[in-house]
């Protein structure tokens, strides 16, 4: 089964090196997490739901609708190419979307 919300290798390398250093707090870490967690859940319904509403149009061969929907997926899709930066007390944490 593939788990869409599976944080991929390069994450948890980089949570592994923010949870080593001296400096760090429990409290830091588990909001980098929750942080990631968060992301990673709205990209993923999001896409989900924008493939959905595709899916509808072209069943219904609502041409308008479908080029609108596949257009807010491609700009979804843009936006999240390079990844995001989450950022607490000091501690960033890249996030790559597929």
Same mark, same amino acid.
């Not at 090196?17 to 993923?44: D, N």
């Not at 479908?66 to 936006?79: G, P, W």
């Given at each position: ?18 949870? $080593?250093?001296?400096?760090?707090? #429990? +409290? ?9 967690? !968060?992301? /990673? ?11 959905? $509403?595709?899916?509808?149009?072209? #069943? +219904? ?9 596949? !257009?807010? /997926? ?17 501690? #960033? ?6």
């Amino acid at each position: 089964m593939n788990n869409h919300f599976a944080m991929d290798n390069n994450v948890y390398r980089q949570l592994e090196i923010i949870k $080593s250093l001296q400096k760090r707090t #429990e +409290s830091t870490v588990q909001s980098l997490y929750a942080q990631a967690v !968060l992301e /990673y859940s709205m990209y993923h319904f999001k896409k989900s739901q924008l493939l959905i $509403s595709i899916d509808q149009a072209l #069943e +219904s061969g609502d041409r308008e609708a479908f080029s609108a929907h596949s !257009l807010a /997926y491609k700009e979804h899709i843009e936006n999240h190419k390079n990844g995001k930066m989450i950022i607490e007390n000091g501690y #960033e944490l890249h996030l790559t979307f597929e």
